[in-house]
């Protein structure tokens, strides 16, 4: 008998965990490239190289999750699990540090010396970048944990 854990890979929690993920990160990625010269800054590269990675990682796994719920079978082998939560970890920390370098970059740009080095209208932007990369890290958190929490339900398995 095969664990189901709620947000595990292979179940609709975890299918709309990872759509989500896709969703907040293509939302950062057109928050901070769309009519803004992203570039002139380094955690603004950094941001868009991340949720680069992280939107296909987010949607292949979506795909295997939509295929595991449609035809109610989940295929869970201990490598490729262990695969998945190591890449969710790794994108998980490098999201997190994404996030929080554009947002204190944003927040200084607006508030140093009085003086702000944008326009409004693009520090916004840059601060709902932000906010989107915070909620999909915290979705990819959640799946990381969900399938940490599941491997060594599998590893007694073998």
Not at 115 to 138: D, E, I, Q, T
Request: hydrophobic share 50%.
């Amino acid at each position: 008998m095969e664990p189901q854990l709620p947000g595990s890979i292979g179940t609709s929690a975890s299918l709309a965990i990872r759509l989500g993920q896709a969703m907040f990160s293509v939302a950062s990625l057109l928050f901070m490239c769309v009519g803004v010269q992203f570039y002139a800054y380094t955690s603004f590269c950094f941001l868009v190289t991340i949720k680069g990675l992280t939107i296909p990682w987010s949607l292949t796994l979506a795909i295997v999750d939509a295929y595991s719920v449609f035809i109610k079978r989940t295929s869970r082998h201990l490598q490729i699990v262990l695969i998945i939560v190591i890449g969710d970890w790794i994108l998980s920390f490098l999201s997190l540090a994404a996030a929080c370098s554009t947002a204190s970059v944003s927040d200084f740009m607006v508030t140093e010396a009085g003086a702000s080095f944008c326009g409004g209208k693009m520090c916004s932007r840059y601060r709902l970048s932000a906010a989107m990369a915070c909620l999909s890290w915290s979705l990819s958190l959640a799946s990381a944990l969900f399938n940490l929490w599941l491997l060594p339900s599998l590893y007694s398995n073998y």
